[in-house]
């Protein structure tokens, strides 16, 4: 089993800390030049590690039937729908 650091320094295998996987998330959210649509990781070692930058998107995570599959899906479960259509971005 992986032991997780939780200072900031990745572990033995290369991965991300515990304290720093939110650290993407924050970058998106706050960082003006991330653009609408564009997804943030770890910019380092296949994306397992390192800073926030921004990071690779898959060609099925671009998929306008599966997004529109997942939304209604979603709002079914949740019994909570939502008057406007999500649109992906053009952006990658």
């Known amino acids: 089993m ?3 650091t939780l ?3 990745p572990d033995q295998t290369g991965r991300t800390a515990v304290r720093a996987g939110a650290l993407p998330t924050l970058r998106a959210a706050t960082d003006l030049s991330a653009g609408s ?4 990781g770890p ?3 296949f994306e397992m590690n390192g800073p926030p930058g921004p ?3 898959s060609k099925r ?3 306008t039937a599966v ?6 899906e979603s709002e079914k479960l949740t ?3 939502f008057a406007f259509t999500p649109r992906l971005s053009k952006a990658a």
Do not use: M, P, Q
């Not at 649509?37 to 943030?40: A, I, K, R």
């Open 55 to 57: 990071a690779g998107i």
């Open 7 to 9: 200072d900031g320094i």
């Open 61 to 63: 995570a671009k998929d």
């Open 37 to 40: 649509g564009s997804y943030w």
């Open 2 to 4: 992986t032991s997780w």
């Open 67 to 72: 997004a529109k599959r997942l939304w209604e």
């Open 43 to 45: 910019a380092r070692l």
């Open 79 to 81: 019994g909570v729908t």
